[in-house]
């Protein structure tokens, strides 16, 4: 497997594990498993988060995939 693909496939995969438990988190908030004062807050708070977690990963991922694919690989 080429390096870039490694990159591209670590992209896709890191990103699935971060927004599949950005979602249990948030069902599990909001079926009430999960006490919270501020339902709403709190999805709010996981979903931020989730989406500041996967576009770090995604802009260190995608600039490793175009540096392998500009040296060749």
């Keep these: 497997m080429k390096n870039s693909m490694r990159a591209l496939l670590g992209l896709v995969l890191l990103d699935a594990i971060?927004?599949?438990?950005?979602?249990?988190?948030?069902q599990r908030t909001e079926s009430g498993a999960w006490n919270s004062n501020n339902p709403a807050e709190s999805v709010t708070m996981i979903t931020t988060t989730a989406g500041m977690m996967a576009g770090f990963a995604?802009?260190?991922?995608?600039?490793?995939f175009m540096r392998h694919r500009a040296a060749g690989n």
């Design 18 to 26: 971060i927004i599949g438990g950005a979602w249990w988190m948030i």
């Design 58 to 64: 995604s802009i260190i991922l995608l600039l490793a």
